[in-house]
């Protein structure tokens, strides 16, 4: 536009001056604008570069980590914040673009390959699990019903050593139960006590497995008390409608023993919180004892 203003002819000469006056005041203008717009776009570049180099260490701290499971929402986050961020300077956009994107793949690498060799073990656990579940199931009755509560006990050990097995190999757990139920039976054991007992060897899977199994035990606990209890106020309403001193009537017959049934299970599903309970107490002292006698030795050395 400076080109095609000068190439121009004159105008008249009362107002050339002012004509050329008007076009430098316009162009300084333009140049005021620009210059703060430039200004203004390296600031928000510097801001966006702060911000992913603010992203690129959390990532990088996360890959230093051995967390895989608390770090995973963490990564996928920053990831995402990624691409929100908007435009850094253009001579470092590619290096820290790199940079994070090794953080980010490290991560992931590590994680699949700690998640593989976690299947392995996995899958070595539900092998141990199978050759105590055939051990227990071709265990004889025994005259000596001591002495068969005893071998069904140390096959519940035996049990409850053995880690964690692959998810879709869980239903293990529902088969030795039961087996478990009708050797405890065989050995003389009520189906109270043998469920109770049955239980203890849960609680010490619980004991050496994850905080994620303990939270499931507890919500399993809490959920099915509540539908028992709602089980009850329902039978409990359904005899409202009848003549409940009526003993000969099949129907109240009926209700009466799924009453007591729910009773039994209740029962047992309380006693099995209390136990659940008692364990969270002894592991929780057991790790304030080890987190003390670690404050202890730090301050003596």
């Not at 055939?134 to 004889?140: H, I, N, S, W, Y």
């Not at 190999?169 to 109770?196: T, Y």
């Not at 409202?240 to 049934?261: E, G, S």
Request: net charge neutral.
């Amino acid at each position: 536009m400076k080109e095609l203003f000068t190439q121009t002819g004159p105008a008249t000469k009362a107002l050339n001056n002012h004509l050329w006056e008007q076009f430098r005041i316009v162009g300084r203008e333009f140049n005021h604008a620009k210059n703060a717009f430039y200004k203004d776009l390296k600031k928000d570049q510097q801001e966006n570069l702060d911000k992913k180099m603010k992203l690129i260490e959390i990532a990088e701290q996360h890959l230093a980590g051995d967390d895989f499971n608390g770090s995973l929402p963490v990564m996928k986050r920053i990831q995402s914040e990624w691409k929100e961020i908007g435009h850094v300077p253009r001579k470092v956009s590619d290096k820290i673009w790199k940079r994070f994107q090794a953080a980010c793949n490290g991560f992931f690498d590590k994680k699949n390959a700690q998640r593989k060799e976690e299947n392995a073990e996995e899958t070595a656990n539900f092998e141990a699990k199978m050759r105590v579940f055939d051990a227990l199931k071709e265990m004889l009755p025994q005259d000596d019903q001591d002495a068969m509560k005893a071998d069904v006990e140390k096959h519940m050990a035996d049990w409850a050593a053995i880690g964690r097995v692959p998810y879709s190999k869980r239903h293990i757990q529902d088969k030795f139960d039961k087996l478990l139920q009708a050797k405890l039976k065989a050995a003389g054991m009520s189906a109270v006590d043998a469920e109770m007992l049955k239980y203890q060897s849960k609680l010490s899977s619980l004991e050496s497995g994850d905080a994620r199994d303990f939270t499931n035990e507890r919500f399993y606990l809490k959920k099915r008390r509540d539908e028992i209890q709602d089980e009850k106020r329902q039978l409990e309403n359904n005899m409202q409608f009848i003549n409940a001193k009526d003993d000969k009537n099949p129907f109240v017959v009926q209700l009466k023993k799924n009453t007591a049934a729910l009773d039994k299970e209740l029962d047992l599903i309380k006693e099995k919180q209390k136990q659940l309970n008692i364990l969270e107490r002894q592991m929780n002292k057991t790790d304030d004892e080890d987190s003390k006698d670690e404050e202890s030795s730090e301050a003596t050395e």
